[in-house]
């Protein structure tokens, strides 16, 4: 995930000045409805409470940093590394524990 979003990061620029695009993701895992919604012009769409969990993480976030919540944590910690970054307070949400997601763990390579 943090690889393809450096990708995203450092690939991608705004044609007028050349900088860096600045990347805010957050991520939440949890039930989700997808659908397709319209009559002429069709859009697909996700909705849900882990959606908007996502969205104030995202608009809460850090530029070029992945945050994620706990339960998201708990998911990925295996192979993933994280450093706690505090609760923040999200409009209709309440408290939200946050977590940065900064990079994967190293694999142990098995002696010959």
């Keep these: 995930m943090r690889s393809s979003a450096a990708k995203l990061r450092y690939g991608c620029h705004r044609t007028s ?13 949890g039930p989700a409805v997808a659908g397709v919604i319209g009559t002429k012009k069709f ?7 882990t959606v908007n969990t996502a969205s104030r993480m995202e ?3 850090i530029p070029g940093a992945i945050q994620v919540r706990d339960e998201t944590l708990a998911l990925l910690e295996d192979d993933f590394e994280f450093e706690a970054l505090g609760t923040i307070e999200a409009k209709s949400l ?8 900064t990079g994967r763990k ?5 002696e010959p």
């Design 43 to 49: 859009i697909y769409d996700l909705w849900g409470d």
């Design 94 to 101: 309440g408290p939200m524990p946050l977590f940065l997601l």
């Design 59 to 61: 608009s809460h976030g």
């Design 17 to 29: 000045a050349r900088q860096p695009l600045a990347l805010r993701i957050g991520i939440h895992s």
């Design 106 to 110: 190293a694999v142990a390579r098995p």
